[in-house]
């Protein structure tokens, strides 16, 4: 694949959002409306012990992604309630339309006491074309389980061959601290299958192989067909040092499959790396992809997963 | 009708020595039946840790058949380990509910994390035991049954039964967490699922005993029994915003015929707090069985356990 970056089309600092939020534009994700296309992403506050809130918020755009035409005014979603498992934060929010209908799945965070946080998957729907969302209940559509103990997140759900796939991560481990560094986690890339969108299966499978290690970090795939087979995107890293140094930090990966079951991992193949310099040259994470009219694009976070906004690439050539 | 008489307390974990892990509570008594003794499985703790807090471990002890109040033999370890950094059972495993299997005795368990924002947060775990229940092994890090939609956290407090053929897991369900004098408190409610495996379970999704002390009531250890043709349920209940200051939890009492349609009927419970003595503020966590063609009921007192728990017979007809 070839893709041509388009730069940062949205810069924090430069939106009415620095008002009510302290940083961070992450995990942007689109619809596609007739004449606009939607981004969501998920921005933060302090809340009163210095330890920061995830909120949902959006951007519109003119099609070609030049322009920025409308801000969103108000939250998109409440954060749970009390003891409830996106108390403390929704990020990722990945909203999905099946036919008229909008929905979105989220990763709720919450605080631990011998680890930062847990998540899980929520499920919303949007009644008023996408300006807000409403949850379904208050508990998780897709949770802990016998073999995924913790660190369910990162949904992104399409209908494929007539069902509904969810792609998320799970957790795999949470390393102990040590005097190089705090406790911390190994998650993968697995799937679940349903036939309404709620009720879900999982597989039980790590779909996609460890390219620096066993401790290799897997998050946010985002799946699209084009032509006969599946492509899917996504973003690793070191388990340790991956704040800091520009070598341990998240890079785009990339993989194929003509089933949905079978991955075949190919990140050279995927055609898009860090810039020498700018605002993606030491990390490149949350990548989004979506057909907008007869074009495929990529949406993305650059430096400090994505502290300052997010950027766009548009797919020049398959190979 | 039927009444509760009390026989004395048979266990008091201030008697036990040179046990880490068990220096005071014996939560949940439930019984395993030997040709020569009863084993009561039961949760205990040892003492605070450096953050002031507990862990509960699972214990048994054996009691001879021909007399209950002679204790032949006390568990030389805790039966489960506790969970691994991050999971769902780090800080507790409790309740512990158990059923033979052919060779096997299989264990359902509530696992123990803590949050930030509540105390802690409860998923239940499955283990099996391969030496007849003297110690179980976990079949994955995870838990089986987690939160859900309409089941956001606090899923605990569970039982194992099997009835023509199915398996049912009676447990509670966390409906809300409420702030009373600047404390967070836990409204439980009673659930069920079935299943045909013991290892893929459906939600019945319903709250199965009506409330009968407001919409905030907690109720725990649904313990079902069945004779005379019809399901017993025994279980214990108090109120979330008066409980720190009554210490109070009771004894409630419901009957089915059908194991979905539940009629509450407290007053038939036929058992409450003595005038003085162990069990003198509470009394909870029921549990009935036959042995030697009578019924009892085994069940803890003041501090939820603290110091131990007692026997009771039935007088007149479990109908």
């Known amino acids: ?319 | 009708m039927f009444k509760w008489k009390k026989l004395g307390r048979i266990f008091n974990p201030l008697d036990v020595k040179n046990k880490f892990w068990l220096k005071e509570f014996a939560q949940a008594p439930a019984t395993l039946l030997f040709d020569e003794f009863i084993r009561i499985y039961f949760s205990c703790r040892p003492k605070r840790d450096q953050s002031g807090q507990f862990v509960s471990y699972s214990a048994f002890i054996d009691l001879d058949r021909k007399n209950l109040f002679n204790i032949i033999n006390i568990a030389k370890e805790p039966v489960l380990k506790l969970g691994q950094k991050g999971c769902f059972d780090e800080f507790g495993t409790y309740p512990i509910s158990v059923i033979r299997e052919g060779n096997e005795i299989w264990a359902y368990y509530g696992g123990w994390t803590r949050c930030v924002s509540v105390p802690f947060n409860t998923a239940i775990g499955f283990a099996k035991s391969k030496n007849g229940g003297v110690s179980f092994e976990k079949i994955g890090p995870g838990p089986l049954l987690s939160y859900s939609l309409d089941e956001p956290f606090n899923i605990g407090s569970v039982r194992i039964r099997k009835f023509n053929n199915v398996y049912y897991l009676f447990y509670v369900a966390g409906k809300k967490w409420t702030m009373v004098n600047s404390k967070p408190e836990m409204s439980l409610k009673i659930r069920m699922a079935t299943s045909k495996d013991g290892l893929n379970w459906t939600k019945h999704n319903k709250n199965l005993v009506p409330e009968k002390n407001g919409e905030n009531e907690s109720q725990a250890s649904p313990d079902v029994y069945y004779t005379n043709g019809k399901y017993h349920m025994f279980f214990c209940n108090w109120i979330p915003e008066t409980f720190r200051d009554t210490k109070a939890r009771k004894i409630g009492y419901a009957y089915s015929t059908d194991l979905i349609n539940w009629t509450r009927d407290d007053s038939k419970a036929g058992i409450d707090v003595s005038e003085n003595g162990w069990d003198s503020e509470m009394i909870a966590y029921p549990h009935v069985f036959e042995i030697d063609g009578k019924i009892y009921m085994i069940y803890l007192g003041n501090e939820v356990g603290r110091y131990g728990f007692g026997l009771a017979i039935i007088e007149g007809e479990l109908n």
């Open chain 1, 1 to 319: 694949m070839k893709w041509r970056k388009l730069g940062q089309i949205f810069e924090f600092s430069k939106s009415p959002f620095k008002n009510e939020f302290v940083s961070h534009s992450q995990s942007p994700q689109a619809v596609v409306f007739d004449n606009f296309v939607r981004v969501y992403f998920s921005t933060r506050k302090k809340d009163k012990t210095g330890k920061f809130l995830s909120h949902v918020q959006f951007v519109d755009f003119d099609k070609k992604f030049e322009n920025i035409i409308n801000y969103s005014k108000h939250e998109v979603i409440p954060l749970g309630n009390l003891g409830c498992f996106d108390e403390h934060g929704i990020f990722p929010f990945s909203p999905t339309s099946f036919g008229d209908k909008l929905y979105a799945y989220t990763d709720g965070w919450t605080r631990r006491v011998s680890v930062d946080i847990d998540s899980g998957v929520g499920f919303a729907f949007s009644s008023d074309g996408g300006n807000t969302f409403k949850k379904l209940g208050d508990g998780p559509v897709l949770s802990s389980s016998l073999y995924e103990p913790f660190l369910v997140g990162d949904p992104f759900v399409r209908i494929f061959l007539g069902k509904f796939y969810m792609f998320y991560i799970f957790g795999k481990k949470w390393c102990e601290k040590t005097e190089e560094h705090e406790p911390e986690r190994v998650y993968k890339i697995g799937y679940a299958i349903s036939d309404d969108g709620i009720n879900w299966k999982k597989m039980n499978r790590e779909i996609i192989k460890d390219k620096i290690d066993e401790n290799e970090c897997q998050a946010l795939p985002t799946v699209i067909k084009i032509g006969g087979s599946y492509h899917m995107f996504f973003c690793y890293r070191h388990m340790i040092s991956f704040r800091e140094k520009k070598e341990k930090a998240y890079r785009l990966g990339y993989a194929f499959s003509d089933d949905l079951v079978n991955w075949k991992r190919n990140d050279d193949k995927g055609g898009i790396a860090a810039s020498d310099k700018g605002w993606d040259s030491a990390m490149m994470c949350y990548p989004h992809v979506f057909h907008c009219d007869e074009k495929i694009f990529l949406l993305y976070n650059g430096n400090e997963f994505g502290r300052f906004g997010f950027g766009i690439a548009v797919l020049e050539e398959m190979t």
